[in-house]
């Protein structure tokens, strides 16, 4: 992977190789099609005269034909857990997923949004909603919370309602038991925490809810939960009445950035709805949330993450759990938004954050956040910052934003078609060489030792993101290699996308 550099990195040697007028310009184009075919071939017959292994001509003669997508499949049912706080529901969710993917934490208040799973039970697929704790006569962020499982329940099309059986009904239970009876959805109880015989006594208390039979389980050890989904099964409908169809077309997008930078009201002023908890507490947001959002009519999967913090070994509990979930969701994404805080100086949690997507191989959007809150004597500030420290990710496309007002946010769709078409992309491989020939005649690679390496051959292994194999006699350096990916930017584009450029060294056959 081409490293994002430090201005140190740029040196007189660096300029030197890129003295004279472009190679290529619009008047100019490097070479017809034909001419194109005529020198790969050339130089792959040229290329057999050297030492090339099996995983060479596996990458020469690879096949670029892509699949088509399959189509949207119908809406699954959705399944929703709810429950007081500190209940279970991420362990039970978890325990149903049959790994770790929702954060846990043995304290009250870890979850605080509701999260979808595709989840499958006894060969039928359906969603799984875990959602924060219901409390009642709440404030602040927990109110939110509670908001949020209010939505959860009337989305859903049943509901796996979780008490703690150790603690028995409380007023809390009855309270989201009453819920539950006006939302009029299909509800089984779950009694958690029967680690064994002797607390089944514990859960036959909880008939007393007028739900019908508690099932006893224990989410962490996994006893009962079998029973328990036989039973949610059995009063899930065949097909949703609230599930939406994911379609396979819309790009991934991931929302990323340090704690606080405004990621949560992006998406909730993207989504027009209060899809994400909000607050001015620094790293609200735990678990990925992911949202369907139509921006003038182009739909897009956003993902909200958790703010990536200092570093992660240097974080604990909920917020270490949340900083995997984050870098998982950038590793799933296609696209990342780093949102940055314009009325703020640059970080070093931000370039942080921007070379995570750089290394996971992204394409990438700059958004400078908060713009409504900036001061007028910033800007030039602003502008000296980006050009200095972000001096290597000049490539990436830069939006200015307000998430609290909406202010440019419709300027999001052309910057994500931009860094995504460019992800995409893919130079056929005569005229990749043909490029390179002639830039290698005009900047030869400089001599090293007496010895000057000579690049034989090239080709784009892969897209998302560019890939480049360069097939040489000698080490390139990466000061040429970088001095190659300027101008393979300056000449094909690739706005928006890390560009990979690797060498493979080749000596000749031995007669």
Not at 52 to 62: I, N, P, S, V, Y
Not at 132 to 141: K, L, N, P, S, Y
Not at 282 to 296: F, H, N, Q, S, Y
Not at 322 to 336: G, M, N
């Amino acid at each position: 992977m081409v490293r994002m550099a430090t201005p140190d990195d740029y040196t007189a040697a660096d300029e030197d190789l890129a003295v004279g007028e472009p190679v290529v310009t619009d008047d100019a184009p490097l070479a017809a099609d034909g001419d194109d075919e005529a020198r790969e071939r050339a130089l792959r017959a040229g290329l057999e005269e050297f030492e090339l292994d099996e995983a060479d001509r596996a990458l020469l003669d690879g096949d670029w034909d892509a699949g088509e997508e399959a189509p949207g499949e119908a809406p699954l049912p959705v399944l929703a857990i709810i429950g007081r706080p500190n209940v279970g529901k991420s362990t039970l969710v978890n325990r149903v997923l049959g790994r770790r993917e929702a954060v846990v934490e043995d304290k009250p208040g870890v979850t605080r949004d509701r999260v979808s799973y595709p989840a499958e039970w006894a060969g039928r697929d359906f969603t799984l909603v875990d959602t924060g704790g219901w409390e009642v006569d709440v404030a602040g962020i927990e109110s939110k919370v509670a908001v949020q499982a209010e939505v959860a329940i009337s989305l859903a099309d049943a509901v796996v309602f979780v008490v703690d059986a150790t603690v028995g009904a409380t007023a809390t239970d009855e309270r989201v038991v009453e819920l539950l009876r006006r939302s009029g959805k299909p509800v089984v109880l779950a009694a958690n925490k029967v680690d064994g015989p002797s607390g089944e006594a514990d859960a036959a208390y909880l008939w007393s809810l007028g739900l019908g039979e508690p099932h006893p389980i224990s989410a962490l050890h996994g006893r009962g939960v079998g029973d328990l989904l036989d039973a949610a099964m059995a009063v899930l409908p065949a097909t949703s009445a609230h599930g939406e169809v994911r379609p396979t077309g819309p790009r991934r997008v991931a929302l990323v950035g340090r704690p606080n930078v405004g990621k949560s009201s992006l998406l909730n002023k993207l989504a027009g709805a209060e899809r994400v908890v909000v607050d001015e507490l620094a790293g609200t947001t735990r678990d990925p949330v992911d949202e369907l959002v139509e921006i003038k009519g182009v739909p897009y999967w956003f993902v909200d993450t958790a703010g990536i913090r200092r570093r992660v070994h240097q974080t604990s509990g909920a917020d270490f759990y949340a900083s995997l979930r984050t870098q998982a969701a950038i590793e799933k994404a296609e696209v990342a938004v780093v949102l940055l805080d314009a009325s703020e100086p640059l970080t070093e949690q931000d370039t942080r954050v921007l070379q995570q997507v750089v290394d996971a191989g992204r394409a990438l959007v700059i958004a400078y956040n908060k713009w409504d809150l900036m001061d007028e004597d910033r800007r030039p500030y602003l502008e000296r910052e980006f050009e200095k420290e972000l001096v290597q990710l000049q490539w990436a496309p830069r939006i200015n934003v307000s998430a609290r007002t909406g202010w440019h946010t419709d300027r999001l769709v052309r910057a994500l078609e931009t860094s995504l078409t460019s992800w995409d992309t893919r130079i056929p491989t005569g005229r990749l060489n043909a490029f390179l020939g002639e830039l290698v005649a005009a900047h030869p690679h400089p001599l090293r030792g007496g010895k000057q390496p000579r690049i034989l051959f090239a080709t784009q292994a892969s897209t998302r993101p560019p890939r480049f194999v360069v097939f040489a006699t000698g080490f390139i350096e990466a000061q040429y290699r970088r001095f190659i990916e300027r101008r393979l930017r300056e000449t094909f584009g690739f706005e928006g996308t890390p560009i990979e450029i690797s060498v493979r060294v080749r000596e000749k056959r031995r007669r």
